[in-house]
T-cell receptor, first 114, second 114 residues
Framework: QQQVKQSPQSLIVQKGGISIINCAYENTAFDYFPWYQQFPGKGPALLIAIRPDVSEKKEGRFTISFNKSAKQFSLHIMDSQPGDSATYFCAASSYTGTASKLTFGTGTRLQVTL | KAGVTQTPRYLIKTRGQQVTLSCSPISGHRSVSWYQQTPGQGLQFLFEYFSETQRNKGNFPGRFSGRQFSNSRSEMNVSTLELGDSALYLC?????????????FGPGTRLTVL
């Protein structure tokens, strides 16, 4: 059962443009939503994360927008750079005291062209 | 501070064999989680260990097992390997305090089953 749906599967953006990746979840118990960035041959690295008590979180060029009622969240990469070319995964988990289990989306391969 | 280390980085095995992968978490991190990453299924949670006890488990057959030592280092074992076990196996560590815990991933072990 796919509990976190991610789109698009791939994305091509010009340098300086805005990259937008969307995720939707089903489990209302989820209360922690991180985004991971993965380069080829590397493990995923945490980019930014949000809790559902806020609707937006910004860190540098990266912004998470969160819509609790729609059960959706998205990653915006402003002023996209070629170095941002990577695969991005959204994820979700619920804190129950044993909350290190992340449920991942299927990933978005981002290519930023010159 | 050193990151999560995984050994070996690459492994080639044949069907029916067994394999043991090792993970050393970030110093001070007490939780270790394992994930399987494949092109078809994406990132899937295998299990989590905390204080030498498995406290969370994904939907994988019993051929997949793990353990954690008193120094928080962890191993996972796959017995009777199948072709479908070919994947990148990722280990992630976290502090495992209360609340959502940021997970730090290692570079993974690439397992190929022939």
């Amino acid at each position: 059962q796919q509990q976190v749906k991610q789109s698009p599967q791939s994305l091509i953006v010009q340098k300086g443009g805005i990259s937008i990746i969307n995720c939707a979840y089903e489990n209302t118990a989820f209360d922690y939503f991180p985004w991971y960035q993965q380069f080829p041959g590397k493990g995923p690295a945490l980019l930014i994360a949000i809790r559902p008590d806020v609707s937006e979180k910004k860190e540098g060029r990266f912004t998470i927008s969160f819509n609790k009622s729609a059960k959706q969240f998205s990653l915006h990469i402003m002023d996209s750079q070629p170095g941002d070319s990577a695969t991005y995964f959204c994820a979700a988990s619920s804190y129950t005291g044993t909350a290190s289990k992340l449920t991942f989306g299927t990933g978005t391969r981002l290519q930023v062209t010159l | 501070k050193a990151g999560v280390t995984q050994t070996p980085r690459y492994l080639i095995k044949t069907r029916g064999q067994q394999v043991t992968l090792s993970c050393s978490p970030i110093s001070g991190h007490r939780s270790v989680s394992w994930y399987q990453q494949t092109p078809g299924q994406g990132l899937q949670f295998l299990f989590e260990y905390f204080s030498e006890t498995q406290r969370n488990k994904g939907n994988f057959p019993g051929r997949f097992s793990g353990r954690q030592f008193s120094n928080s280092r962890s191993e996972m074992n796959v017995s009777t390997l199948e072709l479908g076990d070919s994947a990148l196996y990722l280990c992630a560590s976290s502090l495992a305090g209360r609340g959502p815990n940021e997970q730090f991933f290692g570079p993974g072990t690439r397992l190929t089953v022939l």
